[in-house]
Structure formats: C-alpha cells, structure tokens
C-alpha cells in the first residue's frame, strides 16, 4: 500500500472529515488542528491526491472534534467543529475552493462532541453538542440558510462526551444518543 503524508506544519491533527466543500464531485479532507487556532482544508483531485493544505481560522486553540453536512442547501459540505476552550461550535459554510469566515455559537461547558441532523422536522439541519463539564447537550435549530437558533441546553448525564443521533423508536423523529464519562451511561 501507498502511502502520501500531507504537512500541516506545527498543527497537531486531532479529527478529521470528509465531504465535497467546492462541488467539484471529489473528496475534499478537513482537519481540525489541536493547540493551532486552525482547520486545514485539503482540496481532492480526485485520483487520490490532494492541494497543499490551506489553513482557516478557528479562533480557539482546541478544535477537537468536526462533523459535515450540507447546512445552508447549497449542495456543498460545511462544516461545525467544536472549540472546546471557548465553549463554543464554529460553522463555516463551504464555497467554491475555500470556506466562508466561521460563525461561532454558544454551548455549554467544554464542549466534546457535535452532530448534525433534522431533530424539528423542517427540512433545515440543526446542531447538537455535547457539554462536559456542565452535564448538558446543546441544541441549536438550523434556520435552512447556514445560520442557527441560540442554543437550548438539556440535561444529560454525568460528563457527556459524544453524540450520535438516529430514529431509534421508528417514529420518523431523530433521536439523540450521548455517551456521558463520568456515570457509565
């Protein structure tokens, strides 16, 4: 097996994902970059290589966590990262061969994990995140245009760290799934 090693520079890698950001019809890889302030965005050609990374603004040295989804119905990936030191998720919206400045949102204590899914029924992507240390999730409901509802928090157990979502009960509802550290649960 090949393999081809990309330099972020002084960047440490921490998570990664994967989506169309430019509509090109190849896979474009986004890395969030722990203690950097930074994401990286590595263009595809589309046989197996990729541009130079270019690197983003984050704002937050403690980017950890990145999941996609197509936020504004524009037929191109974005992407919501969590900034864990800053309490906050970033949006940023992707257009052409670069992502728009992120939009941070508010969320409760240390955020670790992030989902996206439809949780209201109306067509538009909304956002969930997992809070730590305030044993809550966030729930900020998406307006259809890349844009979100301040946050709404729920209890959660003790120490949530990850979340998932899916229609667990077969009403045509999501569902959301946390895994919190501190109780077992």
Do not use: C, W
Not at 62 to 80: A, E, P, Q, Y
Not at 81 to 96: K, R, S
Not at 132 to 139: A, E, F, H, Y
């Amino acid at each position: 097996m090949n393999r081809t090693i990309y330099s972020l520079g002084n960047a440490s890698p921490y998570a990664i994902g994967i989506g169309d950001f430019n509509n090109d019809n190849r896979m474009d890889i986004v890395v969030t970059n722990n203690g950097s302030q930074n994401i990286a965005l590595l263009v595809g050609y589309g046989n197996g290589s990729f541009e130079n990374p270019t690197m983003y603004s984050t704002g937050s040295s403690s980017s950890i966590f990145i999941t996609i989804g197509d936020l504004n119905k524009d037929t191109r990936s974005d992407i919501v990262f969590i900034n864990n030191d800053t309490n906050t998720i970033g949006v940023m919206l992707g257009y052409d061969e670069f992502f728009s400045i992120q939009k941070a949102y508010s969320t409760g204590i240390v955020p670790h994990s992030v989902a996206v899914g439809d949780f209201d029924h109306d067509t538009h992507l909304d956002i969930v995140a997992a809070n730590r240390d305030d044993d809550t999730v966030s729930i900020l409901l998406g307006h259809g245009n890349g844009s979100f509802a301040n946050q709404t928090q729920y209890p959660a157990g003790f120490g949530p760290v990850s979340v998932a979502v899916g229609d667990f009960n077969n009403d045509t509802y999501l569902d959301i799934v946390v895994a919190n550290a501190y109780d077992s649960t």
